[in-house]
């Protein structure tokens, strides 16, 4: 019998097993990993809240504006100085032929003078169409359809 | 009761012990389900194209006013801000096109006019344009 055989050699092994904690570490340090570019660029907000709000799946293309709460603008997640976004924007959207959206995620707090100066200048780049992320608000769940409704994004 | 006291036999136990892959492989998938579960909300705004001269406005068209003391008017008259969604679905139930503009002051903050535009999307508005403020108007004028 293997119990009683191993009982009488060497008593009970002490030490914890780390392996499964190790794992689970290394685990945490991909993730930290992945989102330490995001933390370190500074870009603090926190987005408005809606309920009856649409899906919009993330692709690498599309063309994200960030604005923090401070009122710095994120360009694609880098920072870029606020003069500069209106010849950054008229330069992507010249080039792009796919579709004119331009993903604007704003901390919830700013005045809408912002919002509005950087819509502007999306208009002025030949943007058609603003998306503005928002999150769902805890516990509640769409009234409406959420599925963007088609031809409404080109 | 060979296997047990495997120990003391001579056969190697040559497979790898796969326990700890599985459970990493678990604990991705339980990462993976939380980011897509969070995918990203939009609400979309059309942008106007520039018009070369003067627009003459519409008169049927719908515009909310949110005003710098928080309260709303559609098309003028006064509305509570909590029966909004009440008197947008009366409006918008009888109109074929589901237009609708809101005009907000500077000073508001995003959230009030994102809100708006929520509670106007579960009334049945579909499509929602956004007024220039006058000061952005003026800036692109000059």
């Not at chain 1, 870029?80 to 008229?90: E, F, K, R, Y």
């Not at chain 2, 969604?85 to 237009?99: A, T």
């Amino acid at each position: 019998m293997a119990i009683s055989a191993s009982s009488t050699q060497g008593g009970v092994n002490a030490n914890p097993n780390v392996t499964p904690m190790a794992d689970v570490m290394l685990v945490l340090l991909i993730i930290f990993m992945i989102t330490a570019p995001l933390i370190a660029s500074g870009f603090v907000a926190t987005m408005p809240e809606g309920i009856n709000i649409i899906k919009a799946p993330e692709d690498p293309d599309d063309v994200v504006l960030g604005i923090d709460n401070q009122g710095t603008y994120f360009l694609n997640t880098h920072k870029i100085a606020s003069d500069a976004v209106q010849g950054a924007l008229n330069a992507i959207y010249s080039a792009r032929t796919k579709d004119k959206i331009l993903y604007l995620k704003a901390d919830r707090r700013l005045k809408m003078e912002k919002i509005q100066e950087a819509i502007e200048m999306a208009r002025k780049a030949g943007v058609r169409v603003v998306s503005a992320v928002t999150e769902q608000t805890t516990g509640t769940q769409s009234t409406v359809s959420a599925e963007r409704p088609k031809g409404g994004g080109q | 009761m060979s296997m047990d006291t495997g120990g003391g036999g001579s056969a190697m136990k040559s497979e790898p012990n796969i326990t700890p892959f599985i459970d990493v492989l678990l604990v991705l998938l339980v990462i993976f389900m939380i980011t897509v579960s969070v995918s990203r909300r939009v609400l979309d705004i059309q942008v106007p194209v520039q018009n070369k001269g003067p627009t003459k406005p519409d008169p049927n068209q719908i515009i909310l006013e949110i005003k710098a003391d928080g309260s709303m008017a559609i098309n003028t008259q006064p509305v509570d801000p909590s029966g909004l969604g009440q008197r947008l679905y009366e409006i918008y139930s009888v109109r074929p096109d589901k237009l609708l503009f809101i005009k907000a002051d500077d000073s508001r903050p995003y959230q009030d006019v994102i809100g708006a535009i929520d509670v106007a999307r579960g009334a049945g508005v579909q499509v929602f344009g956004l007024a220039p403020s006058t000061a952005a108007a003026a800036k692109a004028g000059g």
